[in-house]
């Protein structure tokens, strides 16, 4: 009896102490972790910084400036905030009066205050996508290393250090699509809504959202019959509190921009979207014929129909992929993009700060993929050279620059094809407890 009770006691001991060392290694392993994410977020920041302060050094000893042209815009339409008066006032503002707003210490503190904060924002993008991707189990050093194909990519650095604010729709987009991850609807609408009153591009993620909270979504392949389709779009307590919550804020929004600003607002920061038709060089597949019909009467109605193939290819990627947010962001984004009547660098952000977490939804080899990566800026570099002559040679290379773009337009084609020919369905964000 002794030696029972000797036994259970020291027994008990031992699970107690097994206990307390699972525990420890389990907070050592999490404090391992969270040290390494930190590590490379400060690496980020410093990274960023490094170039912030170069580019201020170019700015004063190079004839070429290092900061965007579009910041000079933004400092001055937070000027005229500043004096009380509209930020239309300064022609080519075609943003959102929000932004201007956010830019008013640009005169009151620093120049380089946007810059600091465009790049907080992209930083903040990186770990956001960290998060989601160790939510889902993607395991630690995949989910560092698909961070770090934001934090240490060379595009978004540049361009959020040049004073270029897409890295504000990066962070917002991303947070959306991590509350609905969460499962936090109403959340998730607000700051959706947000992002679509910033820049009205993500309007394209509003079907397989509405998708993605249907009725009858349950796993596994369905074809897309009309039935499939009518039963999908059917009003669930989830889509419809995602419809009118993100409703609800965009009116808030857009009503009281409006109801300061006038139509100036409606027609900088939406409508000239719309009928924009851009004739200088861009990677557009349309430009050149959008620049040869520019004095057509039917200008105008070609540049609505360009619209079409982005419409169609849309909505379909979005009944395909809408169990998969992620893919059906990223898809529509590429595509709307690459069909896009105006396409330059900054826009490929648009889809690359979606592009890490879709890799591991990927069986693609590591070959295939530098193969695409290395197709793809090489298309970039053939493009730029005609461009280079046209601005500054001054030669009339606007042919050259098109069929630069057709490449360069094919180039995509083949990823979206080599993209989707890899996906792997894997369920996202339905095994997280709702937090609302």
Not at 331 to 350: A, E, G, H, M, P
Request: hydrophobic share 45%.
């Amino acid at each position: 009896m002794n030696v029972s009770v000797f036994t259970f006691t020291h027994q008990k001991r031992y699970f107690r102490f097994v206990d307390k060392a699972t525990r420890s290694t389990g907070r050592d392993v999490e404090m391992a972790l969270q040290w390494e994410i930190k590590t490379a977020l400060v690496l980020a920041l410093l990274i960023r910084t490094g170039v912030v302060l170069y580019g201020e050094w170019q700015d004063r000893n190079s004839i070429v400036k290092f900061t965007d042209v579009d910041y000079n815009v933004f400092t001055d339409a937070a000027e005229y905030m500043t004096q009380g008066v509209s930020p239309y006032n300064r022609s080519t503002y075609r943003y959102t009066p929000i932004l201007a707003w956010m830019l008013q210490p640009n005169i009151t503190i620093s120049p380089l205050f946007g810059k600091v904060l465009f790049v907080l924002f992209d930083v903040l993008s990186g770990y956001l996508i960290y998060v989601m991707l160790m939510s889902e189990k993607t395991g630690q050093d995949r989910s560092l290393q698909c961070a770090f194909m934001w934090l240490l990519n060379p595009l978004p650095i540049v361009v959020s250090c040049r004073g270029n604010a897409e890295s504000i729709m990066s962070f917002l987009v991303l947070l959306s699509l991590r509350l609905f991850q969460q499962n936090r609807i109403i959340l998730g609408a607000v700051v959706y809504a947000l992002s679509v009153h910033v820049k009205i591009y993500p309007l394209t993620y509003c079907l397989a959202l509405y998708l993605y909270y249907s009725r009858n979504n349950k796993e596994g392949g369905q074809r897309l019959t009309l039935q499939w389709i009518r039963e999908k779009l059917r009003p669930s307590k989830e889509n419809t509190t995602l419809v009118g919550v993100s409703l609800f804020t965009f009116v808030i929004l857009t009503g009281t921009c409006y109801q300061r600003y006038g139509w100036n607002f409606l027609q900088e920061t939406y409508l000239y979207h719309i009928v924009r038709r851009d004739i200088r060089h861009n990677f557009s597949v349309y430009f050149y014929m959008l620049y040869l019909t520019a004095g057509s009467p039917y200008a105008g109605i070609i540049g609505l129909a360009a619209f079409l193939p982005q419409l169609i290819l849309i909505v379909v990627c979005s009944l395909k992929f809408h169990k998969d947010p992620p893919m059906a962001f990223f898809l529509n984004t590429f595509i709307f993009v690459t069909f896009n009547k105006v396409c330059t660098s900054q826009y490929f952000l648009w889809y690359l700060c979606l592009l890490p977490l879709v890799l591991p939804s990927l069986t693609m080899s590591i070959s295939k993929g530098i193969t695409l990566i290395v197709a793809w800026l090489l298309g970039q570099g053939i493009w730029l050279m005609p461009a280079y002559y046209l601005e500054f040679e001054g030669m009339n290379t606007f042919f050259w620059i098109w069929c630069a773009g057709l490449l360069f337009f094919l180039i995509n084609i083949a990823v979206i094809a080599s993209i989707l020919d890899s996906y792997v369905y894997t369920p996202w964000g339905r095994g997280i407890q709702k937090q609302e």
